[in-house]
Nanobody
Framework: QVQLVESGGGLVQPGGSLRLSCVVS????????IGWFRQAPGKVREGISC????????FYADSVKGRFTISKDNAKNTVYLQMNALKPEDTGVYYC??????????????????WGQGTQVTVSS
């Protein structure tokens, strides 16, 4: 059974940092491209970062480029999202998803993508 479980969200002040984790089970991290999406209040879910199966290529939405870093540890079955210099507009629910189209121009789920339950990130003073 495929499962993805996110953690690490919380309340942080503008300019602060958080690291999100996504522990997966039921598949290996080198089976599918995997990444992070977020959904801000009243907005559609957007892909913000992904990493390819070999871990050699990473892509980011323009809104987070230079501030967020995705990585993975195959031995721990865990994907990370290090978020620095957080802004209020980064507020939202962050989801981990596997089986993506992961390219520099597109971060989107394939038809059979698997999702975690999400973790809330709130950036506010």
């Amino acid at each position: 059974q495929v499962q993805l479980v996110e953690s690490g969200g919380g309340l942080v002040q503008p300019g602060g940092s958080l690291r999100l984790s996504c522990v997966v089970s039921g598949f290996n991290l080198d089976d599918y491209p995997i990444g992070w999406f977020r959904q801000a209040p009243g907005k559609v879910r957007e892909g913000i970062s992904c990493i390819n199966t070999s871990g050699t290529m990473t892509f980011y939405a323009d809104s987070v480029k230079g501030r967020f870093t995705i990585s993975k540890d195959n031995a721990k079955n865990t994907v990370y999202l290090q978020m620095n210099a957080l802004k209020p507009e980064d507020t939202g629910v962050y989801y981990c998803a596997a089986d993506l189209q992961c390219q520099w121009y597109r971060i989107s789920p394939r038809a059979r993508a698997s999702w975690g339950q999400g973790t809330q990130v709130t950036v506010s003073s």
